[in-house]
T-cell receptor, first 114, second 111 residues
Framework: DAGVIQSPRHEVTEMGQEVTLRCKLI?????LFWYRQTMMRGLELLIY????????DSGMPEDRFSAKMPNASFSTLKIQPSEPRDSAVYFC????????????FGPGTRLTVT | QKEVEQNSGPLSVPEGAIASLNCTYS??????FFWYRQYSGKSPELIMS????GDKEDGRFTAQLNKASQYVSLLIRDSQPSDSATYLC???????????FGKGTMLLVSP
């Protein structure tokens, strides 16, 4: 079975540029989570969707970040404009059912903003 | 604010020993508890889930939950060098609230 798929795996961009990260959920899953991981702050939840609807976006750092789920199996996380402090590993995870259920992570996107 | 606390480590154990990883949480309403293993440069991998007080065993792994003490632990028996990784504890209430992750404990198993 295919797991959560993320692209790109690595992204290097210059400050001010737009960055789009992509995620494909595990087939049959209906909850989608975007996380950011840094050494200093650990794993932070950015936003959570259930059945394509954003349920909790309190972790989104600021208006520069936006996330969409245009269909049941796909999501994007966009940063515009990007800043060096956005450099981190961004993970997408999916689960079946509610947010407190078992979540399965994608391989992550390592973002470097110079 | 919901908090999940783990000792950052590293916890060093010799091959074949039992590794004991601990986690405490602040939200008494928590109902679901998970352990994830994360190898360096990789994504978190779910290895155990536990929802009721007591022990749950899966191969060499045993998760222990004590809701009264707000404490969850992971025991790894017959530790192997391949178990060397960071172990993340995640805690969640039931329903539409999200998991809170600890910052993880690094485990080093020496041959």
């Amino acid at each position: 079975d295919a797991g959560v798929i993320q692209s790109p795996r690595h992204e290097v961009t210059e400050m001010g540029q737009e960055v789009t990260l992509r995620c494909k959920l595990i087939s049959g899953h209906n909850s989608l989570f975007w996380y950011r991981q840094t050494m200093m702050r650990g794993l932070e939840l950015l936003i959570y969707f259930n059945n394509n609807v954003p349920i909790d976006d309190s972790g989104m750092p600021e208006d520069r970040f936006s996330a969409k789920m245009p269909n049941a199996s796909f999501s994007t996380l966009k940063i515009q404009p990007s800043e060096p402090r956005d450099s981190a590993v961004y993970f997408c995870a999916s689960s079946f059912g509610q947010s407190s259920y078992e979540q399965y992570f994608g391989p992550g996107t390592r973002l470097t903003v110079t | 604010q919901k908090e999940v606390e783990q000792n950052s480590g590293p916890l060093s154990v010799p091959e074949g020993a039992i590794a004991s990883l601990n986690c405490t949480y602040s939200d008494r309403g928590s109902q679901s508890f998970f352990w994830y293993r994360q190898y360096s440069g990789k994504s978190p991998e779910l290895i155990m889930s536990i929802y009721s007080n007591g022990d749950k065993e899966d191969g060499r792994f045993t998760a222990q939950l004590n809701k009264a003490s707000q404490y969850v632990s992971l025991l790894i028996r017959d530790s192997q060098p391949s178990d060397s990784a960071t172990y993340l504890c995640a805690v969640g209430p039931s329903g539409y609230s999200t998991l809170t992750f600890g910052k993880g404990t690094m485990l080093l198993v020496s041959p």
